[in-house]
């Protein structure tokens, strides 16, 4: 198959042919920390083997934090002796298909409520079950029933939110849109990425809180966009902007785009692409030059916290075969060679960790150092994303300063 396929296409032929919360650790902590010891006498499994132990304990924990039953988790990690995505995707299904059937009983019983949380929490589990990346056939099965459970909790959520199917190129931009309560023609921002949280995934509650409307869509190469992670996808992001913007639910001359980990690169790139219509960009913990380059992809084979290979799923994104394709694939993505950086860009914010092991400080600090004057805020000892609870509130007071004046 060629890069020149689309990504449905591509997750039509695998399934019938058998398919960002942040890091706050680094690469070097986690290459630091020894790993834990097999329980005497018993089985290696995720929480003690050794090759896996560092980014088992970050992603159980990570899990936990977002709503997965502890006990629960824990036994799927300690029954698990490997990463082979059936076992891993049964085991999360397992715990998804109950509160399905809960889902549907409380509905047909009018409660709407309660028939949503437990949608909800069977599409999350289902999005466990997918993760990080859909490249298996049981993780692509996993990923329609996300979706599905999404779409039906999503039927009772307040304030609604409106499934749109944009025709793009014989196909179609699926995006969630959402209007804070209250506000007549709000402004809207696009929210995108990472490269392992799809849409149904976020809520975007703290858009809405900060009132502005939310387009939650999936960045190119992951969830239902059919495009992959190459140097001309932004193409479907001026799309969605061309829609938008002739909306008359939303003010689509107050537009902002957030884009996160792996796809704040297409919050940086959309600054510049749309100069002119967007009215603010957020780069948080995305990559912009230096993580595209082979010094930086190198080291990331060592890296252990993200648990699976970290160069899997961009692999996966980017639609390339192998390592060395991404090697020679990542660089055209740079902004810097796409000559970029001396055009007018909308005001626009970086945000990262200065020790984030997986997308380099060093891409805050060249856009800060290239053409018109950026925001910034580096969190000095914060990984991934910056690693602080009040990274979240920071960004969201950033957009509404530039998009309610």
Known sequence: ????????????????????????????????????????????????????????????????????????????????????????????????????????????????????????????????????????????????????????????????????????????????????????RPPVVIATGGVDVYKEERENSDLLDAGLAAFATDMPGNGECPLWYTADAERFYTAIIDYLVKRDDVDGQRLGILGRSYGGYWGGKMAYVESKRLRAAVDWGGPIHYTFQEPWLRGLKDDKLYLWSILDSMIYANHVKDFDELLRQAPTLSLKAQGWFNKPAAPLLAVNGAKDGWITI????????????????????????GGDPGANKLVMNWLRAQLLR
């Open 1 to 184: 198959m060629t890069n020149h396929s689309t990504r449905r296409q591509f997750l039509h032929s695998a399934a019938t042919g058998a398919l960002a919360l942040a890091a706050s650790s680094t690469r070097a902590t986690a290459k630091a920390e020894k790993p834990s010891l097999p329980l005497p006498g018993g089985d290696l499994n995720l929480l003690t083997d050794p090759r896996f132990t560092v980014g088992a304990k970050f992603r159980m924990g990570q899990f936990i934090q977002k709503g997965a039953d502890p006990k629960a988790a824990e036994a799927i990690f300690r029954s698990l002796t490997d990463l082979e995505p059936q076992p891993w995707v049964d085991a999360w299904s397992r715990l998804a298909q109950p509160l399905e059937t809960q889902g549907a009983t409380l509905e047909a019983q009018g409660k709407t409520e309660e028939a949503s949380a437990a949608f909800q929490k069977a599409s999350f589990y289902y999005g466990i079950a997918k993760f990080p990346v859909i490249n298996h056939p049981a993780k692509q099965a996993a990923y329609r029933k996300c979706i599905e459970t999404f779409l039906k909790a999503a039927r009772y959520l307040d304030p609604p939110l409106e499934r749109v199917a944009i025709p793009f190129e014989g196909k179609e931009i699926v995006g969630y849109l959402r209007l804070p309560k209250g506000i007549s």
């Open 362 to 385: 060093q891409d805050a600090y060249i856009l800060l150092e290239s053409g018109d004057p950026k925001a910034a805020r580096v969190y000095p000892e914060g990984g991934h994303m």
